[in-house]
């Protein structure tokens, strides 16, 4: 191994190393067979709750690691089970909720 591809192994080491300290996986929910939910990459801006015409999501007690209190897929009072029509993942600012396939 040459001193270049030396060096560059070892700053590959060492980044793979960093990534693995500080980028935990974030904790992915397949909330419906088409759902699926990153609550890390939820900033709580709450509009998903405003357009699901089920009302199927509500403000969750849970903040992230990123300290956003985000939603969960539970039915707000009144409402009913999510039916995966997919609006809450168009609307999503941040691809938190994305459709499977
Ligand atoms: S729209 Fe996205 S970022 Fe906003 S609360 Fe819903 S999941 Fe979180
Ligand atoms: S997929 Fe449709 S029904 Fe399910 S939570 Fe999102 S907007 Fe509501």
Redesign the pocket.
């Known amino acids: 191994m040459t001193v270049h591809n030396l060096a560059s192994h070892k700053l590959r080491q060492s980044l793979n190393e960093h990534s693995a300290a500080t980028a935990p996986a974030p904790a992915v929910r397949t909330v419906?067979e088409?759902?699926i939910f990153e609550p890390d990459l939820c900033k709580g801006c709450f509009l998903?709750i405003e357009?699901?015409?089920?009302k199927?999501?509500s403000v969750s007690k849970a903040l992230n690691a990123r300290d956003y209190r985000v939603i969960e897929?539970a039915p707000a009072e009144g409402g009913k089970p999510?039916?995966?029509?997919?609006?809450?993942?168009m609307i999503c600012p941040d691809f938190a909720?994305r459709t499977a396939g």
Do not use: V
């Open positions: 419906h088409r759902i998903c357009i699901c015409p089920r199927a999501i897929f999510c039916s995966g029509c997919g609006l809450c993942a909720i």
